[in-house]
């Protein structure tokens, strides 16, 4: 079984900054690619940034220059430096691991989100 588990979210003012961590664990044979989407409410869920397991990132136009998105291979985690943040970034932000587990199986799991509130 294979979980997905986001920390990190929480109120910042406009400007602040947050870091956003997930963690995939349980039986992973390997990891392909994590990202992170984000559901504001009212809206559809939107794909802010994605990085493989060979590096290649991809960001949504809303977030380049201001979110940077890294990973720890070893660990199976991935992170999200927020930076600049604005009050359109207020949202639900989940995070999604397509990995092949144990079974060799081969799904994207998704974590349970994380609150992110920009406001003054």
């Known amino acids: 079984q294979v979980q997905v588990v986001e920390s990190g979210g929480g109120l910042v003012q406009p400007g602040g900054s947050l870091r956003l961590s997930c963690a995939a664990s349980g039986s992973i044979f390997s990891v392909y690619a994590m990202a992170w989407h984000r559901q504001a409410p009212g809206k559809q869920r939107e794909l802010v940034a994605t990085r493989t397991s060979s590096g290649s990132t991809n960001y949504a136009d809303s977030v380049k220059g201001r979110f940077t998105i890294s990973r720890d291979n070893a660990k199976s985690t991935v992170y999200l430096q927020m930076d600049n943040l604005k009050p359109e970034d207020t949202a639900v932000y989940y995070c999604?691991?397509?990995?092949?587990?144990?079974?060799?199986?081969?799904?994207?799991?998704w974590g349970q989100g994380t609150q992110v509130t920009v406001s003054s």
């Open positions: 999604a691991a397509d990995l092949r587990d144990g079974l060799m199986r081969r799904y994207i799991h």
